[in-house]
């Protein structure tokens, strides 16, 4: 059974950044790998995604251009850089894997998901 765990989250200042990782109990090889995130009475929303190769990336608009999503095969690590982090992206993170329905940001095409990790942008 594949096994998802998330570090990196933490408080923030306005403007700052952080690292996020996601590390599998398993080889993610032959996975898509896809960062979410779900704030206090709101839906979770997908951020990024990136194919099992690391040759195709995905962002919502609402993190393009500040959010970077990358991964490390030899570690089964994928990273979610964000900069310029503000109040809105104040949520909890989630990774998720998948690969059997088509690389996307939407949460069925996910089958195995981490327990999340608290951010918190606030000065």
């Known amino acids: 059974q594949l096994q998802l765990v998330e570090a990196g989250g933490g408080l923030v200042q306005p403007g700052g950044s952080l690292r996020l990782s996601c590390t599998a109990s398993?080889?993610?090889?032959?996975?898509?790998i896809g960062w979410f995130r779900q704030a206090p009475g709101k839906e979770r929303q997908g951020l990024s995604c990136i194919n099992s190769s690391g040759t195709y990336t995905e962002y919502a608009d609402s993190v393009e251009g500040r959010f970077t999503i990358s991964r490390d095969h030899a570690k089964n690590t994928v990273y979610l850089q964000m900069n310029s982090l503000n109040a809105e992206d104040t949520a909890v993170y989630y990774c998720?894997?998948?690969?059997?329905?088509?690389?996307?940001?939407?949460?069925?095409?996910?089958?195995?998901w981490g327990q999340g990790t608290q951010v918190t942008v606030s000065s």
């Open positions: 998720a894997a998948g690969g059997l329905r088509g690389l996307g940001l939407e949460i069925d095409q996910y089958d195995y």
């Open positions: 398993t080889t993610l090889d032959f996975n898509s």
